[in-house]
């Protein structure tokens, strides 16, 4: 069980954690992050469960728009027309992570944790979840004005979630 952020985090979230690790072992495989409004806690509750070393590969934390250009190959003109918070960013963010890492499994999280911006929508999160088997998976979702550790937890939920479903685990 996640040592460090166990009493940070509800339990749920924890022991999915540790279960997607398992299942990522059993299978051989190795797993990156691309963060943006979690700022590095996916890496965190990854690295803070023991035994799962060699699963976790790296983690970036990719807050600012140039950021994900520089860490995670991003064009320019990408972040520009599409936004920080896009299906295309959040894409790209995991397909990022998955060329600059030895992992199989890249997922990623963009959103808006709130307060928005005046045109931004508060609690917008995109997600996306590319495999070394050419899958890309994409989720939005709308949290709404949950407080920034509401949308933080929600998302960290929604990537475990498919990262579950992708290693075809049962809920």
């Given at each position: ?111 808006f ?19 070394a088997?050419?899958?890309?998976t ?34």
């Open positions: 069980m996640a040592e460090e952020l166990e009493a940070a985090l509800p339990d749920d979230v924890c022991d999915l954690a540790e279960r997607i690790l398992g299942a990522a072992k059993e299978a051989g495989w190795q797993l990156a992050t691309a963060e943006s409004c979690t700022g590095g806690l996916l890496a965190a509750l990854f690295t803070d469960v023991p035994g799962y070393s060699r699963v976790f590969d790296r983690g970036f934390v990719a807050y600012s728009d140039q950021a994900k250009c520089d860490l995670l190959g991003l064009a320019d003109d990408l972040v520009a027309n599409c936004g920080a918070v896009s299906r295309a960013v959040a894409e790209a963010m995991a397909a990022g992570a998955l060329d600059r890492s030895q992992a199989q499994l890249a997922i990623s999280i963009t959103g944790a709130g307060p928005a911006g005046e045109d931004d929508e508060e609690g917008l999160v995109h997600l996306a979840l590319a495999g088997d050419g899958s890309l994409h989720r939005e979702e709308h949290f709404g004005p949950i407080g920034r550790d509401g949308v933080r937890i929600a998302a960290l939920r929604a990537a475990l979630d498919m990262l579950r479903e992708k290693l075809d685990l049962t809920a």
